[in-house]
């Protein structure tokens, strides 16, 4: 059994790691402000601490308390288009409370960090092909840039205190927990799916398509949709290769799929009629964004388990009818 600490364990991706790890008997505790994360994900008998990473004193209160062997560090500000309208808040918050978390691990002597980091560190190829595994980052907002800013200074923390980090570069995290106890819930919810699967069930208006004339096979934009759990696995799994040093890996599926398609794959689960209009672009929005998951895959070990887009839409729209305001509802 081992402890850990995770920073926005009480969030959509945070929260299925944290079941994954309670479920394998180890020790968990979870740091969590609140504000985007839920207090009704964290299964009971979890210690959360309700405090923001800026709070220096409180993190070190947490590794005062606890001896952990790596913690995960989700806990961010995530969205692109807000970014761009307030690009020193993304970057003061993730990059600053990022720094306290590291300063406060290294003093706690917690040298195993596991980062969330993101395919926005990415400039994705013009032709539309897949982002090849040493592909350099080359950020077009500031949420890409804040992530790299943050993987660039650890590496610094790496060769002065010994601090190994992993960077995980997640692509679309869909799909939600297959015991459908954890659910994807965000307030504002800016995300396809979930935006989808409210339209559908008449929640909320029509569903926007950003764009419907990109150079793709139906003139939508093409995403890489991992599922949360196959992602939280994936955290487990990198504690292997991050015992051999600093390692930074792509997580998508390889696979592209378009908006239409994410339309037409709720419209078969559901077996009832999506309805969508047609909307611009939303800036800062690339046409294609894909890669393959393969050396982390040759490294770990690690299989994705969700294959079938069908299956990953399913495990969303049973949680999201299950649960109409979300976890408050
Ligand atoms: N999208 C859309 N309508 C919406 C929300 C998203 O057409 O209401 C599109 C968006 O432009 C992108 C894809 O769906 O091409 C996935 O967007 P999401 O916000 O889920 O994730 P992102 O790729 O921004 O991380």
């Known amino acids: 059994m081992s402890t850990y600490l995770v920073t926005g364990g009480a ?8 079941k994954l790890l309670h479920g394998q008997g180890h020790h968990v505790v979870v740091v969590d402000n609140l504000r985007q994360g839920h207090r009704e ?13 800026a709070d220096r004193a409180a993190l070190d209160a947490v590794f005062a308390r606890h001896k952990f062997d790596a913690l995960f560090h989700f806990a961010a500000l995530s969205l692109v288009g807000e970014s761009m309208r307030e690009p020193l ?3 003061r918050e993730n990059l600053g409370n990022a720094m306290n978390l590291a300063e406060a691990a290294v003093a706690g002597n917690c040298l195993r960090f596991v980062l969330s980091s993101t395919a926005a560190l990415f400039n994705p190829p013009q032709d539309g092909s897949a982002i090849a ?22 590496s610094w923390a790496d060769q002065a205190h ?5 960077a995980l570069r997640y692509f679309n995290a869909a799909g939600c927990d297959a015991d459908g106890a954890l659910g994807e819930d965000h307030d504002p919810e800016t995300h396809l799916i979930p935006l989808t699967i409210d339209a559908t069930l008449g929640r909320r208006p029509p569903l926007s398509v950003f764009g419907t004339d990109y150079p793709t096979r139906d003139g939508t934009a093409i995403r890489d949709y991992i599922h949360v759990d196959d992602l939280a696995a994936a955290h487990l799994a990198v504690l292997e290769p991050l015992e051999r040093g600093s390692c930074r890996y792509n997580l998508g599926t ?4 378009t908006v239409q398609e994410i339309i037409d794959s709720v419209q078969r689960v559901s077996g ?3 309805p969508v209009v047609a909307a611009p672009r939303r800036a800062g929005d690339p046409a294609v964004l894909v890669a393959s998951s393969e050396r982390f895959q040759k490294d770990t070990g690690w299989t994705p388990r969700w294959g079938e887009l069908d299956d990953l839409v399913a495990t969303a729209w049973h949680w999201r009818e299950k649960h109409p305001g979300g976890y408050a509802g």
């Not at 994900?41 to 990473?53: F, H, K, Q, W």
């Open 89 to 91: 808040r993304y970057c």
């Open 133 to 154: 595994a040493d592909a350099l980052p080359d950020p077009q907002n500031a949420y890409g840039d804040s992530k790299l800013l943050i993987e660039r200074a650890l």
């Open 162 to 166: 010994g601090l190994r980090f992993a």
């Open 41 to 53: 994900a964290v299964p009971s008998g979890i210690e959360l601490v309700a405090a923001d990473l």
């Open 11 to 18: 969030g959509f991706i945070g929260s299925h790691l944290v």
């Open 254 to 257: 390889g696979r592209g799929t």
């Open 272 to 274: 009832r009629p999506v």
